[in-house]
DNA sequence: CTGGATCCATGGCGATACTG
DNA sequence: CAGTATCGCCATGGATCCAG
């Protein structure tokens, strides 16, 4: 496939690290960093997240049509969401009956994380070169 | 992996299109958070690029044994960085044969956002209130 | 001994129906 | 409208085997 032959010296950027501990435990309860990528386990914890911080508060079948994500999937989702005390379901007894979906505020706090993805997903997108064959 | 274009056209409803109907069009090619997304897609692509932003550069064995990842994950997870353009892999004609992966300037500009989970992480352990039940 | 593939069991995930 | 139920496939995990 592609030969990436390159020197070694790129390997580490200085001053450019996220933890100084070279000890890398992800699955100790206490890692926070670990924590966060269990939190947003499967395919679509994050793009509904991402929905629900655009909307602000959007209902069961807004979020389907948005992500084109199926029933069992979305119900499935918002479920572990709202376990991990990230998503909040407010349910209406109305006639249609109406579920609205909003993020909570740990759920909320996950916007900065999510702008950064957006900026690195934007750098990608601008150097299509290194970018994956299509 | 494929990108699946949802094609426009349906039976039952002509002339109805399902892409129009999304003001939040992750699927869109140009979509940055969505492009992102699909890059981090699965299971370990962001444990191995936390791990190798960490490490600086690690060997095949050595990621394995720090994530507890079995030789295909890792192996089709590696592979699919590679084809993104966000690890290098540099092999040394050795004996013992040396394989060291790396991220290219791609995969350390995620760091801002790894970062920003981690910080996020550290925010919900902190409030174990709103946490998971465990 | 290291990097990687192959077989096999399981669970996440998708498509389609059906229900309150 | 907001889910459930069911089937089937593919990604994942575990163990073993192969190449250099």
Do not use: H
Request: include cysteine; charged fraction near 25%; glycine fraction near 6%.
């Amino acid at each position: 496939m592609n030969e990436q032959v390159e020197s070694n010296e790129t390997a580490a950027l200085p001053g450019v690290y996220v933890a100084a501990e070279a000890d890398v435990s992800l699955t100790a309860p206490t890692c926070a960093i670990g924590y966060a990528f269990k939190a947003i386990e499967g395919k679509w914890k994050l793009p509904v997240m991402y929905v629900l911080s655009v909307r602000g508060a959007a209902r069961y079948n807004e979020i389907k049509r948005e992500l084109g994500i199926t029933n069992m999937m979305l119900t499935n989702t918002l479920r572990d969401l709202e376990e991990y005390g990230l998503v909040s379901r407010t349910q209406y007894n109305e006639v249609p009956p109406r579920v609205e979906y909003a993020l909570t505020d740990n759920g909320y706090a996950i916007i900065p994380a999510l702008k950064e993805f957006e900026k690195w997903g934007q750098r990608l997108l601008d150097a299509p070169a290194d970018g994956p064959v299509e």
